[in-house]
């Protein structure tokens, strides 16, 4: 998983692309140990990039070329398969824009963990923590993987946060009440 990350991130690095890892492995890093079966990278793409990527991927990756091209103009997904491991890749390829820019801009240069002495960049921690309420928002407050993982980078990560930028955003995210409840039940007291 780790590797499939690490040469995830030299590929953007070779397309010039700005990126930060997302997801659950960013949560990983930031929280509790958890599973999951996947990488995710948040990308800023342009479709010259895109009609690149295949030629620059291979043979590391398998990529469809007209995927990378559709999700660059419609800001969505699409994936890469890391060749040795099998691992997907999800990149979402989202707006020059709001949270999703600032997503990108104080992405972190950092380990994946112990025993991984590559760097790699990485969503700040109140990033993927509001991209976590986000999705948990999204699935109709449901997902007890995504509120665990809320927890999790809450209770490891504590008062470090910045609690005014969480809040601006959660506000502007319409996710202000699943932060308040999620802050009250890390046992951090009021946002």
Known sequence: MFQAALDAAALFERLGVPYVLVGGLATIVYGEPRSTLDV???????????????ALAT?????????????????????????????????????RSGIRQLEIQRGRWQRLGPGHPDEIRIATPEDVLLQKRRWFADADETSQKQWRAVL???????HSLDSAYLRI???????????????????????
């Not at 990308?43 to 690149?52: D, L, T, Y």
């Open 40 to 54: 995710d990278f948040a990308v800023h793409m342009n479709a010259e990039q895109a009609r690149r990527l295949p």
């Open 169 to 191: 955003w959660a506000r502007d995210l319409g996710i202000g009440s699943v932060l308040e409840r999620a802050v009250i039940a890390a046992g951090l007291g009021g946002a």
């Open 59 to 95: 043979p590391q990756f398998l990529v469809q070329g007209e995927s990378a091209l559709e999700a660059t103009a419609q800001h969505s997904q699409f994936s890469l398969v890391h060749a040795e491991s099998y691992v997907k890749v999800d990149v979402h390829v989202v707006p």
């Open 152 to 158: 999790g980078i809450l209770k490891a990560r504590g």
